[in-house]
Each structure stands twice: as C-alpha cells, then as structure tokens.
C-alpha cells in the first residue's frame, strides 16, 4: 500500500489518461476493446485531488496495517483489538457478496476471516484469563 500511495502521488499532476492508455498498450491489451475502455475512462475522470486523497488514504491504511503488525510482533492487547476489529469489519461486505453471488471462493473467505477474528478474541480472553490469575 505504501508503494501504490508512492505511486499515486508520482502521477497526481500528470495526464492520467494518457498514463491508462500506455499501460493498456504495454500490457498489448486492445485499449478499443471494452474492459480496457473503461479503465481509460475511469483514469481520465480521475481529478489531482482525488488522487491525492487515495494516496493519502492508503498511505493511512498501511500505517494502521503497520502498527497493528509491530503491535502482534510485540504482544500488545490492543494490537489483538485492532487485528480483531479490522477483520470483523469486512465480514457485513462478505456476508452481503456470499448471500447475493454464492461462490465457495467466497464462503472460504469467510470462514477464513471468522477464524482470524475467533484466534484474536481467544488471545484476548487467555491474556484476560492470565491477568485474572496473577492478581489472585
């Protein structure tokens, strides 16, 4: 994410369109054909600001990703909180897909993203237990 927020504000002033076109030609894809089409398009709709927000965006999203991993590393509850709460958060978007295009693809997901959130509350319960009993 940080590398895609470099990225982002690397191009924020410059001609986006222009920049979809020749990474639609460098991937020899057929920038007439639809798909390509659209992307163009999208890129060209792009404004600075925009840009820049999305760059600030990820920017921010790998910083929390950031803290949370040094926080695991290092043990620390409310990095267990953050993991937990950042996993649960996607569970309503899958939950939605799952229901309207049912997809094993999308089910192990799910259930993979269950089993994140289980191991964190399960880590945060024992470090709740532990500390319950050293105080006895």
């Known amino acids: 994410m940080i590398v ?3 990225g982002l504000l690397t191009v924020a002033h410059q001609n986006i369109q222009d920049l979809a076109a020749r990474l639609i ?3 020899h894809l057929n920038p007439a054909s639809k ?3 659209i992307f163009i398009d999208a890129a060209g709709r792009l404004q600075d600001t925009r840009v820049v927000l999305l760059a600030l965006g990820a920017a921010v999203y790998s ?3 950031l803290a949370e991993a040094y926080g ?3 043990e620390k509850a409310w990095a267990e909180v953050l993991a937990a709460a950042s996993a649960a958060i996607y569970m309503p978007i899958e939950i ?3 229901f309207h295009h049912p997809t094993w693809f999308r089910a192990g997901i799910f259930v993979i993203n269950v089993a994140v959130v289980a191991v964190m509350l399960l880590a945060l319960y ?3 237990q532990a500390r319950s ?3 006895k």
């Open 4 to 6: 895609a927020a470099t």
């Open 25 to 27: 030609e460098h991937s």
């Open 35 to 37: 798909y390509p089409q």
């Open 63 to 65: 910083l929390v990703r």
């Open 72 to 74: 695991l590393y290092r």
């Open 96 to 98: 939605y897909e799952w």
């Open 126 to 128: 024992h470090r709740q």
């Open 133 to 135: 009993a050293s105080a």
